[in-house]
Each structure stands twice: as C-alpha cells, then as structure tokens.
T-cell receptor, first 114, second 115 residues
Framework: GAGVSQSPRYKVAKRGQDVALRCDPISGHVSLFWYQQALGQGPEFLTYFQNEAQLDKSGLPSDRFFAERPEGSVSTLKIQRTQQEDSAVYLC????????????FGPGTRLTVT | AQSVTQPDIHITVSEGASLELRCNYSYGATPYLFWYVQSPGQGLQLLLKYFSGDTLVQGIKGFEAEFKRSQSSFNLRKPSVHWSDAAEYFCAVGRTNFGNEKLTFGTGTRLTIIP
C-alpha cells in the first residue's frame, strides 16, 4: 500500500516568500505529525493533529508557521515570510488510532531559503 | 520534559564487525523507546520499538536493542554489519499517554562502514 507522501520534495524560496508544504498520510490514519529537521540534527516536533483537530502546536517556532488539516486527511504546513533559519527538511508522519505509536514517515520536503 | 542523548556523533565500523550505538533517555515514567534509521534523502524507517515487557527487543534487518531502566539506556546492537547499514541512526522517546504521541529524537549517530 502507499506510504506517506510529501510534496514538493525540494523547494527553494527567496527570503520573504511564503511556502506551502503538503503531506498525504496513509489512508485512514488518524494522527498526523510535522517535524523539522535541521542539517545534522534530529527531527524536532512542530505540531500534531488528531483527525482535523490541531491538538498541539507547541513546537511551531513562530507565528509565521501555520498548519492545517481541514478534512482530517491531507495536511499543509505553511511558512510565511520565510527566513534563512527556516531552511531544513520538513517531515510528516502519520499513525493509526491505537497504532502503538508506530509513526510512518514521509520522505520529507527539503526547504532552502536563499 | 523528555530528552534523548546519543553521545556518539559518528562511528566507523568494519564490514562484518559488531555494532553498538548508545542511547540515553530522560523521562519521568516508563518510556516508549524507538530506533529509526535514515538513509540519505530518505525518510525515517522504524527499526524497533520498546513499550513494555521483555527488555530485549528484536527489530528488522537483524538489529536488536536492550532497555536498561537502571541506566536509562536503550542501546542498539547488531552482531555483524553490512555495507548497506551505513546510514544515520536516531533514538527517540515517546510519551506514554495516548492522545499525543509526539516523539523526541536524539541528534543521531552517523554510521560509516569500511570494507
């Protein structure tokens, strides 16, 4: 079956531009997570959805970051007025209800802000 | 707050030799622990997980890990590495209350395999 997919795989943005990153979770997966992975670092939690409800956004680094999952399936992470420090790989993961915490990760979107 | 320490940034091992990657965690209760592997340009793949019970867990690709509560450790081992094991390895801890299973990752250990 299909895994978690993310698009685009690579994105180059000029400083100040807005970007939108898409995540398609595994069909039927209730929970969806976004992580940010800076170069040479481990992934860091950004935000969590259970169905369409955003239950935790404590990891979003600033109010320029916004995530949504309006129908409880596809999710979009939006970054407004991108800055160089936003350059990172953005990973999406999903898990099923009672899925024993097994998070399935997508390949990530590598964002480079120039 | 939970945290994970992977003290080895980079490890080099000869093909066929044994491997142990270290992981120490900090968590207020019994943690859920994971090892993930990441190949260049790829997402994270789960190698194994520990929730409860037997402290020695088996995973995919011949990996195993041992949970030691007294040492707050969850080290990853493999008896004989293959060149294809070269990758970045991440240890992670998850919260044990259902409803937000966000993971906290270590900074990773890069594994290089030499012939």
């Amino acid at each position: 079956g299909a895994g978690v997919s993310q698009s685009p795989r690579y994105k180059v943005a000029k400083r100040g531009q807005d970007v939108a990153l898409r995540c398609d979770p595994i069909s039927g997966h209730v929970s969806l997570f976004w992580y940010q992975q800076a170069l040479g670092q481990g992934p860091e939690f950004l935000t969590y959805f259970q169905n369409e409800a955003q239950l935790d956004k404590s990891g979003l680094p600033s109010d320029r970051f916004f995530a949504e999952r309006p129908e409880g399936s596809v999710s979009t992470l939006k970054i407004q007025r991108t800055q160089q420090e936003d350059s990172a790989v953005y990973l999406c993961a999903s898990t099923s209800r009672g899925g024993a915490y097994e998070q399935y990760f997508g390949p990530g979107t590598r964002l480079t802000v120039t | 707050a939970q945290s994970v320490t992977q003290p080895d940034i980079h490890i080099t091992v000869s093909e066929g030799a044994s491997l142990e990657l270290r992981c120490n965690y900090s968590y207020g209760a019994t943690p859920y622990l994971f090892w993930y592997v990441q190949s260049p340009g790829q997402g994270l793949q789960l190698l194994l997980k520990y929730f409860s019970g037997d402290t020695l867990v088996q995973g995919i690709k011949g990996f195993e890990a041992e949970f030691k509560r007294s040492q707050s450790s969850f080290n990853l081992r493999k008896p004989s590495v293959h060149w294809s094991d070269a990758a970045e390895y991440f240890c992670a801890v998850g919260r044990t209350n259902f409803g937000n299973e966000k993971l906290t990752f270590g900074t990773g250990t890069r594994l290089t395999i030499i012939p």
